[in-house]
């Protein structure tokens, strides 16, 4: 027998640019929405949830995409929220929770409601009311 097994490079280290992971198997930022608009401290469930994958083993974790401009991107309000300074305290709690047991996180980013044009980017929430900001965006 070769001891070589279909799945061996899943087990094996990885890099995304400097940020190494100890195996291949990814958590990808699907919701949990798990929050309340107006929750400012990191619930402790959403922790708990966070920590158990990293605790059993995933190599990169990417924690789902948040509100980036509230009410203005909030596609739910289950998400949690990134427009103000005041999220950062209980995100680097949770970011420690994961660190904790050896696992990079990422934050995954909104887009799926921005349209990008030659002239600019168009923000689109979920009523449809669109907001342009207008660039020069080279194509
Ligand atoms: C219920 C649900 C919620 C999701 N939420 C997000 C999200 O917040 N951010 C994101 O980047 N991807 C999100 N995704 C996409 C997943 O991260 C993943 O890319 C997608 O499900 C494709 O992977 P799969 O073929 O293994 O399902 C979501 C997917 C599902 C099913």
């Not at 094996?12 to 190494?20: H, M, Q």
């Not at 158990?52 to 190599?59: E, I, K, S, T």
Request: glycine letters at 10%; charged letters at 30%.
């Amino acid at each position: 027998m070769s001891g070589h097994t279909r799945f061996e490079k899943l087990l094996e280290p990885g890099y995304i640019g400097s940020v190494k992971t100890r195996n291949r198997i990814i958590k990808t930022g699907a919701g949990m929405l798990m929050w309340h608009k107006d929750d400012v401290h990191m619930r402790e469930e959403v922790k708990a949830f966070y920590e158990r994958m990293a605790r059993g083993g995933v190599g990169l974790l990417i924690v789902e995409s948040p509100t980036i401009d509230y009410p203005l991107g909030a596609r739910w309000r289950q998400r949690y929220r990134i427009d103000d300074d005041k999220y950062i305290e209980g995100l680097g709690k949770l970011v420690e929770v994961v660190h904790k047991h050896g696992c990079p996180t990422l934050i995954s980013e909104v887009k799926e409601y921005v349209e990008i044009t030659g002239k600019g980017l168009t923000i689109i929430n979920k009523e449809g009311e669109r907001q342009v900001i207008e660039a020069d965006i080279p194509s």
